[in-house]
């Protein structure tokens, strides 16, 4: 085995569990975001929890597809697939970054 694939297919599992947990729990896995959960009562009712749940599925699904893609293509062609993997899961991961928890979850407001 190469080490580009080891060090995708380590976190298939990883990612996948997570996504499974956010799909099983639904609406009461939203605590488990960060951010989300410094956020008192109040305004936690405000946001749709059931959509942030179902967002955060969908990410780790993705990431668990992009790290799976990323084993296979490394163990079958060559160790540096593992690279642009990680540099593609990179981006997802931190363009849903934000420093600020009210503007991180705005998307997911009530209406």
Not at 68 to 84: D, E, W
Request: charge should be positive; aromatic fraction near 18%.
């Amino acid at each position: 085995m190469n080490i580009g694939f080891c060090s995708c297919i380590i976190l298939v599992p990883c990612f996948a569990t997570i996504g499974l947990l956010f799909g099983i729990l639904k609406e009461k896995s939203a605590k488990f975001v960060s951010g989300f959960n410094e956020l008192s009562k109040e305004e936690q009712a405000m946001y749709d929890k059931a959509y942030i749940a179902k967002d955060m599925r969908n990410s780790c699904f993705l990431w668990t597809a992009i790290m799976l893609l990323g084993a296979l293509l490394s163990y079958f062609l060559t160790p540096y697939f593992a690279i642009v993997a990680y540099i593609v899961w990179a981006i997802l991961f931190f363009k849903n970054v934000h420093m600020d928890a009210k503007k991180a979850f705005r998307k997911y407001l009530l209406k």
